[in-house]
């Protein structure tokens, strides 16, 4: 029998929370989560991260593990570790990386979050032993990872993957990255309920008003979700819009990078009963025929919560 690989530590580092765990061959042996108090600015969140590994390792000898990987919101240099451009963290050209190294004395690597969860997805889940995947990430933003020819793909300049971005529309709803008619814009939890707080706003009739109270706040995914459940047209509408845009995007992707397949994951699978048929037929209707292998497009990732965190320690797997 093989011997067993040395565990290696895995930190997903949100604006919210940072979880951190002690992972070996796609197992979380051990794993704590903190608020991540970004207001405490860059020193703060690295002592954050610091409380949290020991937590984790418990004593446990640095030498005994193989690394550090961390998948971080924002834009990521690979390459050196730093953080370029994270505004939830309110960061930038922060040495993530170097700083962590330094304190723990261990190898650190750094990705983005969603690219660490598709390493996670492509070592461990449902894009193991596949040269080329796609895993697309829709919550209150939309996010991606392209694996091609067996490899992540990073970019010239880190951004490779970034399909929240891709124009579905020039005349479009403003996006937050500042152009119009992103991807983002129409199929985000975000994006779909500023479609239905215009919708309301233009008088269409609707449960979600009740449900919501009459308060805007108050119109979340969830809710939305509800609304759909007791037959609400608008919510259904509204949902599906959400598969009509990923379904332009998913046949522009298979057209454009011939994968084997596309996973699919984030908070927004939770609502995919009323999406995924109309994806699926609208993907069918736009991707260029001989992209379509006649086997399965879209899959759903395996991963959920601990995608990132399982990602970052699969860098070193
Ligand atoms: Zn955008």
Request: with cysteine.
């Amino acid at each position: 029998m093989a011997k067993a690989q040395k565990p290696s530590l895995g930190v997903d580092l949100g604006g919210t929370k940072i979880a951190a765990g002690l992972c070996q061959e796609g197992e979380i042996l051990k794993k704590v989560i903190f608020p991540t108090h970004a207001a405490a600015g860059f020193d703060g969140v690295i002592s954050v991260i610091l409380g949290a590994v020991e937590k984790v390792l418990e004593g446990r000898d640095h030498k005994d593990i193989i690394g550090l990987g961390i998948g971080s919101a924002g834009q990521v240099n690979a390459e050196t570790g730093e953080v370029i451009y994270a505004p939830n963290l309110k960061w930038q050209n922060a040495p993530l990386g170097s700083a962590l190294s330094k304190a723990l004395k261990l190898k650190v690597k750094v990705l983005n979050d969603v690219r660490a969860a598709t390493v996670a997805e492509h070592k461990f889940g449902n894009g193991k032993g596949l040269d080329n995947f796609a895993n697309i990430f829709i919550g209150t933003g939309v996010g991606s990872g392209f694996v091609v020819n067996g490899r992540l793909v990073n970019g010239a300049t880190n951004s490779a993957g970034e399909v929240g971005h891709i124009c579905m529309d020039p005349d479009g709803p403003l996006c937050g990255c500042g152009n119009k008619g992103c991807l983002e814009a129409y199929a985000s939890g975000t994006g779909m309920e500023n479609y239905v707080k215009a919708e309301l706003k233009k008088g269409r009739k609707s449960i979600i008003k009740d449900l919501a109270e009459s308060k805007f706040e108050n119109v979340r995914g969830p809710l939305i979700g509800k609304a759909a459940d007791q037959g609400d047209e608008l919510a259904i509408a509204a949902i599906e819009r959400v598969g009509y845009y990923l379904g332009i995007a998913a046949a522009n992707i298979h057209t454009m990078i011939n994968p084997e397949v596309i996973l699919l994951g984030g908070g927004m699978m939770a609502l995919k009963k009323y999406f995924m048929p109309t994806l699926l037929q609208t993907m069918k209707i736009h991707i260029l025929p001989v992209a379509d292998h006649g086997r399965e497009l879209v899959r759903e990732a395996k991963f959920e919560n601990d995608a990132v965190l399982l990602g970052g320690s699969a860098i070193f797997a």
